[in-house]
């Protein structure tokens, strides 16, 4: 195992505070601090921290795939790492967005879209770190049309019919959100103006948390989209399972996500970013997800997973609680130090590791040890092991 140094991402919505307390940094930072990469993307790759000086991580995969990687990783994914590990700090909402499959990236890169800037799908998955505040996937459409109805506002009762009427739950989901998005754009304020008052005045959680969207965006009609989907309060060790199509928009709060190595976003809007309604439409899919939340499983003494339905990667927690906790999953490893203090050996060498310090680990390696008083989060292709 060895050091290894993740990049920032300023983006405007991120804490100035969150990251730099994690590296043990004594003042704030100057600037909004969201995300901290950690993996081999193009974008901002990590750099491996050795005596002779640090080396791209991305530059290391180049010069020997195979060995950094391993054969069976080359062959599935090519030669990259197919995952990236964020810690990511959100002060203020994300935009309100949804991630491509594998064929329509691939069709679509290819095509010149300027919408993908590579041909790879990005299912997500974050945990919370402290309780953290998400939109994510569609409420059933009866339940989106009783949160409407509330806020009595006239000009939605079509939404409202289309939400509550006749036909299969997809085509009313597609319906209202369609309709919504495609709303006139000289008359969206107003729109987002009489919501926003309505739910100043409603005692309904769900209902009153869009008037802080409206506050930053007063002429977005992704403030009314939101009311759609989920509003999920992640208590820490909680995820939510982001997959392609999944409509979704992180709020507030402070977590660990995984995602397949790859940085195409279809946006709808809750953002100044480029936002393309027709090919969000395209991406989504229209089917209520009754259970946004995902809890941690344990697979052995101090290690708890998340299972998702993609090969790119798998995601551990451990707390080894002074004792050893072996991870027999196969590298390339990346290793994030989140509290307290952990060494990590792969048999080809042990790294102590302080809170808010990384490590990546070749394929080269063996059975992954972690022990210490501390908690770490261990990033791998996957799935492959769910204990025994």
């Not at 989901?173 to 919504?180: D, F, I, Q, V, Y």
């Not at 027999?328 to 310090?357: I, N």
């Amino acid at each position: 195992m060895e050091p290894l140094k993740g990049r920032i991402r300023p983006y405007a919505w991120g804490s100035r505070t969150v990251i730099a307390e994690l590296q043990g940094r004594a003042v704030p930072s100057p600037q909004p601090e969201a995300e901290l990469w950690l993996g081999a993307h193009g974008g901002d790759p990590s750099t491996v921290e050795r005596a002779e000086g640090p080396v791209s991580l991305l530059d290391l995969i180049t010069a020997d795939p195979q060995a950094v990687l391993g054969a069976s990783v080359v062959e599935r994914f090519g030669p990259r790492l197919p995952y990236l590990l964020k810690l990511l700090a959100a002060e203020e909402p994300l935009s309100l967005q949804a991630h491509p499959d594998p064929e329509r990236a691939r069709q679509q890169y290819e095509a010149g879209d300027p919408n993908y800037v590579d041909p790879y799908h990005k299912p997500e998955l974050l945990v919370a770190v402290g309780d953290f505040e998400a939109l994510c996937g569609f409420r059933a459409p009866d339940s989106s049309a009783q949160l409407l109805r509330k806020l009595d506002v006239p000009v939605l009762a079509p939404v409202v019919s289309i939400l509550d009427g006749p036909g299969p739950t997809g085509e009313r989901l597609r319906a209202a959100t369609t309709r919504l998005l495609d709303w006139p754009v000289d008359e969206r304020p107003a729109l987002v103006a009489a919501v926003a008052s309505s739910a100043c005045r409603s005692a309904d959680p769900d209902c009153a948390f869009v008037a802080g969207l409206a506050d930053r965006y007063p002429a977005d009609v992704g403030v009314v989209v939101a009311l759609l989907l989920n509003r999920v309060t992640l208590r820490p060790g909680e995820a939510v399972w982001m997959p392609a199509g999944n409509l979704h928009a992180y709020l507030r709060g402070t977590g660990v996500e995984i995602m397949a190595a790859s940085d195409n976003v279809l946006r709808g809007g809750l953002t100044p970013k480029r936002v393309d309604v027709p090919e969000l439409l395209r991406v989504l899919r229209f089917e209520v997800l009754a259970e946004p939340v995902m809890r941690p499983v344990p697979v052995a003494a101090g290690v708890v997973t998340w299972p998702v339905p993609v090969p790119d990667f798998a995601l551990y927690r451990v707390t080894p609680g002074g004792s050893t906790a072996v991870l027999p999953v196969p590298g390339p490893r990346v290793v994030l130090c989140l509290s307290g203090e952990v060494t990590v050996d792969d048999g080809a060498g042990a790294l102590a590791l302080r809170r808010g310090h990384s490590a990546f680990g070749a394929a080269t390696g063996g059975p992954l040890s972690v022990s210490g008083e501390g908690e770490a989060y261990v990033a791998t292709p996957g799935p492959t092991w769910l204990g025994g």
